[in-house]
């Protein structure tokens, strides 16, 4: 997990397999992110191999209490991810732009 701003935009950068492994410290981190930020945050998994049904609650987790903030949550997935996040329907909930400068774009950023 790769942590980065863009302005007062929050970037988390995953990779490899997110699984129940590391659901908890993801949580963690992402709650964390929401709470002390902005309102706006992109969660870039393009370079995610994996994921199980662990990550797909960590992500509605995010996505619940971005809600709550009120605030923005940008997904950029891979297409692994993306076959499963619409394979359970999850595309319905989230807002998934095809690569990190396409979402940093949608909040407004240069």
């Known amino acids: 997990m790769n942590e980065q701003k863009h302005g007062d935009i929050d970037i ?14 993801v949580r963690e981190r992402l709650k964390a ?20 049904s662990s990550a797909c609650a960590v992500l509605i987790s995010a996505f ?7 605030g923005r949550l940008v997904l950029v997935t891979s297409p692994v991810v ?9 595309h319905t909930i989230f807002e998934i732009l095809p ?3 396409a979402a940093l774009e949608a909040f407004g950023a240069p």
């Open 12 to 25: 988390v950068a995953l990779s490899g397999r997110f699984v129940m492994a590391d659901a908890p410290e």
């Open 33 to 52: 992110l929401i709470d002390d930020g902005q309102g706006k945050l992109v969660i870039d998994m393009d370079q995610v191999s994996f994921i199980d």
């Open 64 to 70: 619940k209490a971005m809600q709550l903030k009120p």
């Open 82 to 90: 993306q076959a499963l996040i619409e394979l359970t329907r999850l």
């Open 99 to 101: 690569a990190r400068p």
